[in-house]
């Protein structure tokens, strides 16, 4: 099936470094901020928040006090369902639709819940920003860590080597995410936010 942004949405918002930047891009970030801002006011400023957070840290007990987990969980399944299915729907619009999209994304989903900290919606949030910026700078960057040694005079040598030495940041842009986690779990196992059980 044939699936584009509306056409009232396909203009640019604004002129930089050369490049128009699209206005759905702004609107992607837009609906994503407000299910940012509507999920966590859902889960720290409401009953149901507290509801869901006692059922996800001692099910038993909120079982005792009366609560029907089994229920509490499927709610949380269904909101989760239906945000991903509003983020599909908005974003399938920009990003090219294929059967493998949820592979695609799903690694790198795994890689901010794993950086930021399972449980924890701020580390979710830094760890995604984190994320996205390291990955989106190091495409532009053709640093290597013979540029880096040639600080010291070593610059020469280290291209003679070659290898690792030359390699540029810009071609080895995909693995900074899987960096970033393994570096995170070695100093911090529990992710940036995330606490131990």
């Given at each position: 099936m044939n699936y584009q942004m509306p056409g009232e949405l396909r203009f640019s918002a604004f002129h930089i470094f050369g490049t128009d930047y699209p206005f759905y891009r702004l609107f992607i970030g837009g609906i994503a901020v407000v299910m940012f801002s509507a999920l966590w006011l859902l889960l720290?400023?409401?009953r149901t928040g507290i509801v869901v957070r006692a059922a996800e840290r001692?099910?038993?007990m909120a079982e005792a006090l009366g609560h029907n987990i089994p229920l509490v969980f499927m709610f949380v399944f269904g909101t989760g369902a239906?945000?991903?299915?509003?983020?599909?729907?908005?974003?399938?619009?920009?990003?090219?639709?294929?059967?493998?999209?949820?592979?695609e994304?799903?690694?790198?989903?795994?890689?901010?819940?794993v950086v930021g900290g399972l449980g924890s919606l701020k580390g979710s949030l830094v760890a995604s920003l984190m994320i996205g910026l390291f990955s989106s700078f190091a495409v532009g960057l053709d640093w290597s860590l013979a540029n880096l040694l040639s600080l010291i005079g070593l610059g020469d040598w280290a291209r003679s080597v070659g290898g690792l030495l030359t390699l540029e940041l810009s071609s080895v842009s995909a693995t900074i995410p899987f960096a970033l986690m393994?570096?995170?779990l070695l100093v911090r196992p529990a992710g940036l936010m995330g606490e131990r059980n």
């Open positions: 720290t400023r409401t001692l099910p038993a239906a945000l991903a299915g509003l983020a599909g729907a908005v974003a399938g619009a920009f990003y090219p639709t294929n059967p493998n999209m949820g592979l994304l799903g690694v790198i989903v795994f890689v901010v819940v393994l570096i995170i």
